[in-house]
């Protein structure tokens, strides 16, 4: 292009490879992984414009919103896609990065997690990679299995049932986030020519702080879809919510992954599962949420349930607020404190889970977030289309449900 500035080499020379986020549960939209402290996904503008707005209250409640990054699909000869991520690309740069990624290296910031006999640890380093490499690195990860440490695994096969309709469970990782980012790579790569670039959200990554992160993701509210659904749409949704537990309860699983520390692989449940669910059904799933194999982990009920109770405190004061389609995840660290490690008292027994309280009473680190808010709409918003009065009851309705059915699991009912 005549007049054009040359790229500038921090531009053309160092991107970052983005890789599927191992620990998403639940969703459609592919979450990816940016570094270790933040993921990204696809841009929505109403998404967008909620986090731009967020009310102070609700900061502690969601993830931390880092910025706007652009994404480069990369195709080689054979068919290959990568996913390269750029905070300075600008559009009229496609071309030349295009170049650059195939006839010489790329500078890439490469993190790789390691386990030792003496524990684990991180290491970034900054690393020449050829475009034969990044696809080689790319095919060995997505297609087939991907190490996020050498003695753990991700495997890729799906969370399909058996024929009495029984759901695999025990994966080293949760294959649902690969099966996102297989289906969104696919979309992007039949919609849009190699030189498009994409905006992408960079969020907090929730999960970083947690060894072993065990994660519930809870579809709230009892309407699913959005102002700005078809007919058809919108007729789905409705089906959905009233065949599942977002009508009886205002909330449903949506995913979920539970760390079973006596096999070393995580327990997963995908949202058809979720779907499925009875009110006695979700609770139970509840409680095998909260359950590592062997005991119930009373130390988390507490912490939980105060963390849902100064939620539900701040969206009833969030008037015009409607969070359709958002989800709300629960954490905690399947890593147990040492106090809590006692012998069981055997006892109590749980039904269904076979799981008993330990004793102690340390109160774990937990974190409670809401996410998704691509129809999310409130006063004000650039992409509002209708304005409503008053909070948004069918979020409540499934948070006070939540709170009584955990109370419930508290008190042994």
Known sequence: MVGQSPLDPSESRTAVLLEPFVHQVGGHVSMMKYDEH???????????SFYESLPLAMRQFTPQYKGIVSVYLRKDSLGNLT?????????????????????ASVTIWHKRKWAASTGTGTEHTLVKWSHTQLTKTFKD??????????DLQYHTDSLLEDANGNQPERKSYNPWGLHCHRQHLNRMSSKHNEN???????????????????????????????????????????????????ASLGVRICGMQVYQPD???????????????????????????????????TDLLEPIILQLKALLSVIRRQSSYRFYSSSLLIIYDGQEPKENTAPLDNHLHFQKTNCAPPHGSHHSRVDVRMIDFAHTTFKGSKCNHTTYDGPDHGYIFGLENLIKILQNISEGK
């Open 38 to 48: 933040t993921v990204c996904k696809p841009l929505v503008s109403q998404e967008l």
């Open 83 to 103: 996913l390269l991520a750029s905070p300075s690309l600008q559009a009229e740069n496609c071309g030349r990065l295009d170049n650059a990624l195939g006839d």
């Open 141 to 150: 990860s997505c297609p087939g299995k991907m190490l996020l440490r050498p």
């Open 196 to 246: 498009k670039l994409h905006q992408f959200l960079l969020l907090e990554n929730v999960v970083s702080k947690y060894n072993y992160p065990c994660i519930l993701d809870l579809k709230m509210g009892t309407r699913q879809h959005g102002d700005d659904a078809s007919e058809e749409k919108k007729a789905r949704q409705i089906k959905k919510c009233e065949q599942s537990t977002s």
């Open 263 to 297: 096999t070393g692989h995580f327990l997963c449940k995908d949202k058809y599962y979720g779907r499925k669910l009875s009110p006695e059904g979700f609770k139970q799933t509840l409680r095998q949420f909260l359950c590592n194999g062997n005991h119930l982990r």
